[in-house]
């Protein structure tokens, strides 16, 4: 089964007027919130399509994405990192495990 998934730490974003980035598209004003993990959710996923569909992601930038007919999953691990996972078809059952390491002393 075709997937696409893309993880990016949680960390302070700085975005400048790169004209790019920020043209055009109503969707990118969204993507671009003032919550990090918000916008680490939409840009993960954004960038899990791109790569399930093979795209570059200049080239997602660029366009409104249709999500109809895609699963797709974002979930936040250990308030630390985000995950995103996106399928090409429809009806999959998506799970996401992860260990936590124990420490003691």
């Excluded at 969707?27 to 791109?50: G, H, I, P």
């Amino acid at each position: 089964m075709k997937t696409g998934i893309d993880i990016e730490y949680i960390r302070p974003i700085h975005l400048k007027n790169d004209p790019k980035l920020l043209q055009n598209t109503e969707s990118k004003r969204d993507m671009f919130q003032k919550d990090n993990v918000d916008t680490l959710k939409n840009w993960t996923l954004r960038e899990a399509y791109c790569k399930l569909t093979d795209q570059s992601m200049l080239a997602c930038l660029n366009k409104e994405i249709d999500f109809n007919g895609i699963d797709h999953q974002e979930i936040v691990i250990n308030n630390r990192y985000v995950l995103s996972v996106a399928f090409a078809s429809k009806n999959n059952k998506i799970n996401i495990c992860h260990l936590q390491k124990s420490i003691t002393s």
